[in-house]
């Protein structure tokens, strides 16, 4: 082997076998990095390319080399080497990092091959080498972002799958395996199609989708798209779908998203919309279905009104035809008894006078039961003095009691209200009625009344009434039907105490009206304890408008006499009440109708007018409403009662309303009519002897038998 000699140029001179060629020239005119090393010198040549390429200025020696050769390479370039020469590899091809004596670290490739012998031993290499840090730099660079990439898309909580247009897979991450229902990526990758995760019925509208996306490259999405898991659970993903190039071939990337949870959300939602969809359907035909519901109650409710109306109209009108005949006989029987009678005459009146009376008394009853039943009876609201009234109430009783040798007290509870606004017409019915019965049905001892406030609040009070009486008392047996209509505690009552069983079905149904009940307690011989409450509405002072006293005294000497204007077209009516008006000294004109009552009341100066209410040519009302006309212009201004069968609740204000001052219900009970006159004056009057007249005077004792029969015969012809 031939030692390189140095050349004239300070380089040294190739003297390299391989290169000892008719390429010589060529090669040294390329002016490549070559390297030569002789195994056996241990000598090296290194073309003078390959020195600057190595920032050499002088030839070098193969340890001068090796120093160069960065430290974490020379295990690589050595066995590199070995291998290649002593187990003959097929080539020396090595990469290697050089420190340069400038400091820069540069990285070089050397290919080699190695020279052997005619006994097949190496003897040498030669080789190139060249800069490839660029590369390798690159190279490393590249591998670095591809490291990057693949961690990013490894660690996506989106799913990536990518796969060719034959839907067959070609990469997925791990989160699309899960999604997909797999363990690892690979499972999926065995798959031949990833259509085929795709339920049968919606698989042809992602393979149109596919097609779209091949021909037009835009991106595509899909949303809930349904997935068949391989443990047969269902989920649904979002898809965006890419066209890219995968390994050089067309494919789809398609980045999903789970929309499991959102899909079940919508679904949900979309459950609930249908199903108030639904309900507001139920809820819109109920609605119809009330509508016509409240036409209809509102039709019935019209037709109970007329109904309601009729039976008003009904009673009204059963009223007015009664009580004008009872009026003539009551009225004429009082009159008679003021004449002079024999004492049989007096007797036989007085029966036809008692027995009116009771008449009179159940029809009143009737009627009054029939106005509570049918919702007829409005309480009124009056404001007044519930002590003071009850006290006027108990003084007009005391004496009644007294006459039977019974102790009478009432005892009003201090905390009662004083002014109260509620319907004391009503409250006094209910309160007589259990005088009266305490009266009727107790002998010997005391009746009282008592009176307490249970609660009290700021504008109401509910206020009690007890009657208690030492009289025969009731079984307990009877005691509930009491309350029912014609009910009495024995048959034999009616013949012993007269009365019609419904004055405490009447009792018990207007303390009901009054917010309250009316209860009993009793034994047989024990007495009788009958209780109500009412609610009472507290009124202050300002409220008050006062309530005429009850008691009247009659006959007095200072009473006035009075010239009364009559206007009354039934000619019974009109002769008894002029009958009775003359009987006590009063002066009496009659006319029929209201237009002659005008004329009268323009001419004539009369104390007071008694008007009918119902007369041909000109009603009451009107001629009453005229007469207040004419009065205003002269000033003077006369008293005017009103004479009506229209007794009914409303009627009062309707002639108030008119100009009337009060009214006399028919038939004309003579000393309500005297009442009301003397109201009308605002003072005493004259009133017939007291002595010959009035229920008292017949000897109604004797004529029990009688009446009863005629109670009787009227039940029965109710019945
Ligand atoms: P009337 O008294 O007109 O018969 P009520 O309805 O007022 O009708 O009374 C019904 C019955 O109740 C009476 O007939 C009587 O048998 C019984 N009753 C009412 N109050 C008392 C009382 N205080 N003591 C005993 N019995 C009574």
Redesign the pocket.
Known sequence: MSKPKPNKSGNDELEIEAVKSPHKAAVLAADLAIFDFDLSSRAVQVSDAGRKLLGLKSSCTINSLIKLVHEDDLEVLRSAFFDHVEKRTEAFNVLSRIRRPDGEVIWIEIRGKARHNGAGEATGLTGTFGDVTERVLSDARRRESEDRFYKLVENSIQGILVHDFQFRPLFLNQACARMLGYDAPEDVLALDRTIELIPPDVRGEIQAKAKVLESNAEPITSEAVPITRPDGSACFVDALATKVQWDGVPAVQVVLVNSTARKQADDEREHHRKMLESQAKTLKALTRKLDQALIKAEENAAIADAANRAKSDFLATMSHEIRTPMNGILGMAEVLLNTDLNEEQRRFVGVIKNSGDILLELIN?ILDLSKVESGLVELERKVFSLPQQVTEWSELWRPRFEAKGLEFSLDMAPDLPNLVRSDPTRLRQIIF??L???L???NTGSVKLKLWASETFPDSAIVNFA?Q?T????APA?QDK??EKF????PS??RR???????????RRLTRLFGGDLT?Q?DLGA??R?EFSIVAEIADSGDQTPVPAEDRQTGADDARRLRILLAEDNKINCEVIGATLTSAGHEVFSVQNGAEAVNEARQQGFDILLMDVQMPVMDGVTATKLIRQQEAENGRRCPIVAITANAMSGDRDSFVAAGMDDYVAKPIHQELLFDALERAVGGKIARPDPASSGPEAANASDDDAESGKILEKILEDIA
């Open positions: 009853d009625n259990l009266s019965n305490a009727k049905f107790t009657v009486d009289g025969i008392g009731i009877q009491l309350f009910t009495q505690a024995d009552t009616t105490y007269g009365g019609t069983g419904l004055g405490l079905a009447i009792s009993v009793s007495g009788a009958f």
